[in-house]
């Protein structure tokens, strides 16, 4: 499925040398896929401001990328329905390996490790069935050895749990087919849930939505230290329709919908792009690169607090003193977590930054 030879080679004549880490790769606190100023298309690693340290070229649209917990590696996940991985050297941009799934799977652009870094698991679209799987990969040679049931249609993003061992994953509901291009083909029975799983790929438990919101789609998640996962939506119903795009759930309770009932939610355009909790986990945070803006909103009341204007904002990611935000225009900016707060922009790249902001520690 990928050449290893190099990637194997390296890793010898590296067991007799000091291991690398993050900091030799100059401790690069983010990574990002993106598109450059010719219309090529990159992953790349960023400093805690915004800066690019690196890049490495990708053949085609990628989407998240996950970063090996103490080697100075990253996995950049081409775009649904990309059918590539590549294994980045975040040291110098070089490329390790290039992974593909199984015949007959794509990739839906999200992966996680181990904590201890041995395994890697990704989310893919077993498409001809319609079956949602979990690859799962030795990340000591990027080798596939397995696969199990996501628990549902279209998982998109795969997290860690922070309350037990296991995975959470967003499985959005959507049926897709590379024969159809982007198209979803089940929009009238969709049901997405959040499956938790262990390890070693047993579903300990499901949570849907109530029936007259299971066309949002459950796409991307965090997860708070106590275990509780913020997940964002992308409605698939009726255009103008004022829905929540953000919940809340804690393994073994119901879950909870964030800001109901506020007017300002039709400012999403029923899209979530990323979520993210502050760094005081008393906020959740969720962008729309749609209708250009930020919400943040209270965990313990589901208020929302404020609401920040960024034109084709999607990344997100936690900083301590509350988020950090990319745009498909270039800019990295701050973003505060309080009512007042301001959006203070930090960098602007000549790159168009993709949907996800990825942090490295």
Known sequence: ?????????????????????????????????????????????????????????????????????????????????????DVIDCRSGAQLARLSPPQGHHFYGHGVFTPDGTRMFTTENAYESGDGIIGIWDARDYRRIGQVSSGGIGPHEIRLRRDAAGLVVANGGIETHPDSGRAKLNIPFMRPNLSYLSLAGEIEEQMELPRDLHKNSIRHIAVRPDGTVGFAMQWQGDVGADVPIVGLHHPGRSPRLMAEGDPRLRNLDGYGGSIAFSGDATQVAVTSPRGGVVHVMACDSGALIVEHRLADVCGLATTPGGFLASTGTGTVARIGAQTGAQVVPLTTAPLAWDNHLIPLA
């Open 1 to 85: 499925m990928h050449s290893r030879r190099k990637f194997l080679a390296g890793l010898m004549a590296g067991s007799l040398a000091p291991k690398a880490t993050w900091a030799d790769a100059g401790a690069p606190a983010f990574l990002s896929a993106g598109r450059d100023e010719l219309g090529l298309f990159v992953i790349a690693g960023l400093s805690a401001t915004g800066a690019v340290l690196f890049r490495h070229p990708l053949p085609d649209r990628g989407h998240a990328a996950s970063a090996h917990p103490s080697r100075p590696e990253a996995v950049a996940f081409a775009r649904r329905p990309g059918r590539f991985a």
